[in-house]
């Protein structure tokens, strides 16, 4: 069997989807040097680095915040395992289900015998504090399960201070998926009191898929120590002697090594850009992108502007535009990667991503560019340039305002 090298195929795509998100450069050439053991001593001062790093991002002093083995999935199943009781009393998990990961977490809290206490929304919508108040009110509840940025809707949950507040005060603990917004907007764990959290690496922080950083507070962890989880891979009490600051450490399961070195370089950047820089750089891209978008006929799903996301544009196609064959022609002519809906929205609405290092100026514009071609030639719109000319537009305004 004669096989090409995978790095030798000429392989340029622009990922402009739900994630994976272009990767850096500098992450790619830092996942290329030499594997180390895992529990070697210059891999360990890289493991101390990567924790405090993530720290900094996430906005806590939590000690237990590290990446887990696994995609963002692995980190919704690891707070799961952990945190919900199902043996000795059945926990009662209120999960708001808003979109397509919210209905996941509320999937994996069942098959843990977790009892599911949905707070069923339309999706595109965002819970309010005082339907979580309501729950609250008729029922005793042990956890809050919340997607913050919901890559399937394209919705931004507000309010997430006053909600940690109410779970805080039901003596609940509260826990949010952070996949898509940690990176690209302010996710403050220790300000909105999120007791756990999780994220992944291959959408805003732009390294390729494979960890998912993980953060729990003392309250959590006190929950994770007073029990046996049933899951031994994701079992933070185990886990926890392996990523062991300042003390010695147990093996429990060898580290990905190279993606670690990539998750380090992924926050190195995101920490040397500044917070604030790289989220203001989020928001000024998708103010020019959606622009461009509307102006070439597409309607966003989430109808608040204050609860769109910036990184993931969920939009609805015009009247008449076949979706598969659209996107197809982008990836097939233009190597550009968007994204189809999920579950109802399949068939009817793309998801375009501006995630970590791919939202630039450049980017929105051979992303309306490429659109506006395909669109002309299938009479969809007149003029191709009217979405990029949207966004120049927004960006001209943006620095005369400055
Ligand atoms: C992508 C995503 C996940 C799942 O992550 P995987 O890396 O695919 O396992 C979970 N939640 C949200 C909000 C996501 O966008």
């Not at 209120?94 to 069942?110: C, K, L, M, T, Y």
């Not at 997430?160 to 039901?170: A, D, H, L, S, T």
Request: hydrophobic share 35%; charged share 25%.
């Amino acid at each position: 069997m004669k096989v090409e090298p995978t790095y030798e195929r000429s392989l340029r795509i622009q990922l402009h989807g739900p994630g994976p998100s272009d990767v850096p450069e500098e992450v790619v050439r830092a996942m290329s040097v030499t594997t180390l053991g895992h529990l070697d001593p210059e891999f360990i001062k890289i493991m101390d680095e990567t924790q405090s790093m993530l720290r900094a991002l996430c906005q806590t002093k939590n000690r237990m915040t590290i990446p887990i083995s696994g995609t963002g999935t692995s980190g919704m199943e690891t707070l799961v395992a952990n945190l919900v009781e199902a043996q000795d009393r059945q926990d009662r998990i209120v999960v708001v289900r808003n979109g397509f990961f919210g209905e996941r977490i509320a999937e994996i809290v069942s098959r843990y015998g977790g009892e599911v206490v949905p707070i069923d929304l339309g999706w595109g919508t965002v819970v309010t504090p005082d339907e979580v108040r309501e729950v609250f009110s008729r029922k005793r509840c042990q956890v809050l399960f919340l997607v913050h940025a919901e890559t399937s809707t394209g919705a931004l949950q507000q309010n997430m201070g006053e909600i940690g507040e109410i779970v805080r005060e039901n003596g609940a603990l509260f826990l949010v998926d952070t996949v898509t917004s940690l990176g690209g907007t302010e996710v403050k764990i220790d300000e909105w009191r999120i007791d756990a959290a999780y994220s992944g690496s291959q959408k805003c922080l732009s390294v390729p898929p494979g960890l998912s950083p993980v953060t729990l507070n003392e309250r959590a962890m006190e929950k994770v120590r007073g029990r046996k989880v049933p899951s031994f891979y994701f079992d933070l009490g185990i886990i926890e002697q392996y990523w062991n600051e300042g003390h010695q450490r147990k093996y429990h399961c060898t580290a990905p090594i190279n993606m670690i070195y990539g998750l380090h370089e992924g926050l190195r950047l995101v920490l040397k850009e500044g917070l604030d820089a790289r989220f203001q750089r989020h928001r000024k891209n998708a103010a020019a992108l959606q622009a461009g978008l509307e102006a070439l006929g597409f309607t966003y799903v989430v109808k608040k502007q204050n609860e769109r996301l910036p990184m993931l544009h969920a939009v609805y196609l015009p009247d008449g535009a076949e979706e598969g064959r659209l996107r197809g022609e982008l990836r097939s002519s233009y190597n550009i990667e968007i994204g189809g809906g999920l579950g109802e929205f399949g068939g009817k609405v793309w998801r375009i991503g501006l995630m970590g290092h791919s939202s630039t100026e450049d980017e929105v514009y051979s992303l309306l560019n490429a659109i506006g071609e395909v669109f002309e030639k299938y009479d969809i719109v007149d003029d191709r340039a009217v979405g990029s000319e949207a966004a120049g537009a927004v960006y001209k305004d943006a620095e005369s305002s400055c």
